[in-house]
């Protein structure tokens, strides 16, 4: 399962060391809730290489803003605490592998 990433543990997630996925999300979102298993095999088939991480954006408002966050879902990878890439709108599965893989 997905960690859950919000305005108070973000930069103690971005900090890990690890690369991170953060997907952005709400609950009233049908692609977000889409997504939401595929984010959740993401969590399990990289446990220990990376953190996959999920921000409700109803419940942050600093986090989400910081990055610019205008469309959900939305997923952010990021590597040494920095993003580095992004993906907008509901995604096949095997691009969001393709992106974290590349930051292993």
């Known amino acids: 399962m997905a960690q859950v990433i919000n305005d108070s543990n973000f ?29 959740d095999e993401l969590a399990a088939e990289f446990e220990g290489r990376a953190i996959v991480a999920k921000c409700d954006v109803d419940e942050s408002e600093e986090f989400p803003t910081q990055f610019g966050i205008r469309n959900i879902p939305t ?7 920095q993003m580095v890439d992004r993906l907008v709108g509901a995604n ?13």
């Not at 997923?75 to 605490?81: E, N, S, V």
């Not at 096949?92 to 292993?104: D, F, G, I």
């Open 11 to 39: 930069k103690e997630i971005l900090a890990s060391g690890k690369p991170v996925l953060v997907d952005f999300w709400a609950t009233w979102c049908g692609p977000c809730r889409a997504m939401a298993p595929v984010v």
């Open 75 to 81: 997923f952010l990878f990021f590597k040494d605490g």
């Open 92 to 104: 096949p599965k095997s691009a969001l592998v393709e992106k974290l893989n590349a930051l292993l």
